[in-house]
């Protein structure tokens, strides 16, 4: 199970469990459901079939729903390595992996010192592809928007 949070969490359309076996969801977590659900099952040793080939339509939404922000996000994700230790501290490339992931999110919310904290983080935690990219993201300057250009001269008040 260990796969399913060492890269993106699969999908729950294109996963199979037996009614009696299901874990149920964390309500507390505004986000990030997935993943706290993926570690309780795996925790409480539930079998379930992911099916990496169906193709399943999914729409994306430009704004946050349910408040399912990016900042909703990044919290429950700094939330998961602390309640689900003893998964983590089985699997280190699960946690380098998770922390790259907060890195980038940090990172994609203007905060990069705490990008740079959690991708180092990740690196130490073990060396990782996601983890040199998620330092690169974190301490690259900030990048201008397409059409922007630098000012050559003060503009002034």
């Known amino acids: 199970m260990a796969c399913v949070v060492r890269r993106s969490t699969p999908s729950f359309g294109a996963t199979s469990i037996h009614r009696d076996a299901f874990v149920p969801f964390d309500d507390s977590y505004r986000a990030s459901q997935d993943v706290d659900w993926w570690l309780r099952a795996a ?19 430009t704004g946050a729903r349910h408040s399912n922000g990016p900042r909703a996000r990044l919290k429950a994700s700094v939330r998961l390595p602390g309640e689900h230790s003893a998964f983590f501290a089985r699997h280190a490339d699960a946690k380098a992996f998770r922390l790259s992931r907060i890195s980038v999110m940090a990172g994609q919310l203007g905060h990069r010192s ?8 990740s690196l130490l935690t073990q060396p990782s592809r996601p983890g040199v990219w998620a330092l690169w993201q974190a301490a690259a300057p900030a990048r201008m928007s397409p059409g922007r250009r ?3 001269h003060d503009p002034g008040p």
Request: aromatic share 4%; glycine share 6%.
């Open 114 to 121: 705490d990008g740079v904290r959690f991708a180092v983080l």
């Open 150 to 152: 630098v000012p050559t």
């Open 43 to 61: 925790a409480a040793g539930r079998r379930v079939l992911h099916i990496a080939d169906v193709d399943l339509p999914v729409r994306r939404h």
